[in-house]
């Protein structure tokens, strides 16, 4: 498995944010994290990077314990976008995802990570504007370019949070395929958390819904459903279709109260 | 030798000859060790204020030199140095801020309250000391031609061991700087960093003090940074064009000093200024011929 759980808790300041989970996410799967604010999808993600400590149970990465600075893992963290007066080019943020990590200058492997970045770029179609200003780049180039630098590592795993909040719907729906098609490719495992399932609907394999302090697992077609929502957290969810087929979940929102993500 | 350690100095003339102008400017001791200190802090402050920039951390380091000033002046009312008294405020000061963390929240309004009240403690240590106005002036505006060849070998000291740590921290402390929530979860101690990079710039800042005091360390630690990422988005570039322009606003300041009748930090820090907003006002130009 890439990733399993058992009877697995978080806890944060102190307050437990969800328990009791148990889940299996499968080698080469696309996992969409849903749920509303505050409900603990960060708090996953920061789990299985390793810089947050299970309350109870257990969880494993790949076979081992979560550690911090994992390369099997290439990680975007969720961000309203780059400081505009950030000046440093897309392609050395690229680079720092190759070996950002290690003390001192880049001495000897600067031709190995500047082929490193200019592989990774090229992949994810960031060349054109790989040499401009970071901050200066529009939102869904920044979002390109954090993808290079999720990549440039060869991860076996990607974890997303929120990579898709601030695009509007055109690019949503192109970053999305692009991640698909490059995890195809590549035999990556893929976890996304998105407050929006519907950009997601045609591409995820599987659906971790974290409400209500529990996590619930299953495939999108069986799992967001009014009936199964409603059993789960036992509370009156409504799951809405509307005539383009897109889907809503009403009523799990007001049964969260937790104050972080 | 002689001994001269005017705030500003006595004009000499200069002649058409550029050679007979460096013998000239060379002429005197205190000039020499302005010119060796000056070029020491220059190099630090220009590629520690890239990191500032970079960072968002300007207003930090202008509180850190003015948090300085209060240890400092007591330093003097204890009869002790007042470099030790500027370096140990810096320090502590620095370590605080950067233990608050980079990204924290309302960091600016707490460093802006401990300022506030570190500076009403400078107010105090002045009040005490009862010997010359020069010693706050000096700390305030800077000292650069006081310099003894003494206190030129310890700047150099601590510019060397300033440097040597900025390249040893470089990579981490870069990608800390671009995202920090990344680079920890990539194994970078970022804690640790932005109190270790706080400590190096408290330590750039008490020397940059000696050249154009706590007032105005604006001028060589950050605006030359602020103008070369006007430049370019290269960090090892923008940290060398730093340098430069922090180096030539240095000699160039000391020079025209030199043969006028007004201070030092004046000419530096107008050049530093005057830079800057022609680089800003430069840049629709630029933009439209490109």
């Known amino acids: 498995m890439a990733i399993s759980a058992r009877d697995l808790a978080a806890s944060y300041a102190g307050r437990s944010v969800w328990s009791d989970a148990t889940f299996d996410i499968e080698p080469g799967s696309f996992t969409a994290i849903l749920g509303p604010n505050g409900s603990g999808k960060t708090t996953l993600i920061r789990m299985i990077l390793g810089l947050l400590a299970p309350a109870s149970g257990r969880i494993e990465v790949f076979g081992r314990t979560p550690r911090r600075g994992d390369p099997t893992i290439g990680y975007i963290p969720q961000r309203p976008g780059f400081d505009p007066e950030l000046s440093i080019r897309g392609r050395d943020f690229v680079e720092l995802g190759v070996d950002g990590w290690r003390w001192g200058v880049r001495l000897g492997g600067r031709a190995k990570a500047a082929a490193a970045a200019e592989a990774s770029i090229e992949a994810v179609g960031a060349a054109g504007y790989a040499d401009h200003p970071l901050g200066r780049v529009s939102g869904g180039e920044q979002q390109r370019l954090l993808l290079a630098q999720a990549l440039v590592g060869s991860p076996r795993l990607l974890l997303m949070d929120e990579p898709l909040s601030y695009l509007d719907m055109r690019n949503q729906r192109t970053i999305v395929q692009l991640i698909r098609d490059l995890a195809r490719r590549r035999g990556l495992t893929v976890l996304l958390i998105a407050h929006d399932v519907n950009p997601l609907l045609p591409y ?53 109260s937790h104050p972080h993500a | 030798m002689l001994e001269v350690l005017p705030l500003t100095i006595p004009n000499p003339t200069p002649s058409w000859n550029p050679l007979e102008d460096v013998a000239i400017l060379f002429h005197y001791d205190f000039m020499v060790h302005a010119f060796q200190a ?156 932005s109190i270790a990079f706080m400590a190096i710039l408290a330590v750039a800042v008490t020397e940059a003090v000696q050249v154009v005091g706590v007032l105005l360390i604006f001028a060589l630690i950050v605006t030359p940074a602020a103008i070369a990422i006007r430049f370019t988005s290269r960090p090892p570039f923008a940290i060398g064009i730093g340098i430069g322009l922090a180096l030539l606003f240095t000699w160039l300041g000391l020079s025209i000093a030199y043969f006028s009748p007004h201070p030092v930090s004046f000419f530096i820090t107008s050049l530093a200024f005057f830079t800057y907003l022609g680089v800003r006002l430069s840049e629709p130009l630029r933009r439209a011929l490109r």
């Not at chain 2, 590629?47 to 960072?55: E, N, Q, T």
């Open chain 2, 38 to 193: 000056g070029t020491v802090v220059a190099i630090v402050a220009g590629s520690i204020g890239y990191f500032v920039v970079l960072r968002g951390s300007s207003f930090a380091a202008h509180a850190l030199s003015h948090i300085g000033f209060a240890g400092a002046a007591g330093a003097v009312v204890a009869g002790l140095s007042p470099v030790v008294g500027l370096l140990a405020f810096t320090l502590g000061s620095g370590v605080a801020i950067g233990a608050l963390g980079n990204r924290l929240r309302g960091r600016d309004v707490t460093i802006g309250i401990v300022l506030a009240w570190t500076l009403g403690l400078g107010v105090l240590f002045i009040s005490l000391y009862r010997g010359y106005a020069t010693e706050a002036y000096a700390l305030l505006f800077g000292e650069i031609l006081g310099i003894s060849e003494r206190d030129v070998i310890v700047t150099l000291i601590a510019g060397v061991i300033t440097l040597v740590t900025l390249v040893t921290v470089y990579r981490p402390l870069l990608f800390s700087s671009v995202d920090e929530e990344l680079a920890g979860a990539k194994g970078v101690p970022v804690t640790g960093l």
């Open chain 1, 204 to 256: 995820v394999d599987r659906v971790l819904y974290v409400a209500a302090g529990k996590i619930a697992t299953g495939a999108p077609g069986e799992i967001i459903t009014t009936e199964r929502l409603s059993e789960i957290y036992s509370a009156p969810v409504e799951v809405i279709r509307d005539s383009h087929g897109r889907v809503f979940v009403v009523g799990l929102e007001e049964e969260t």
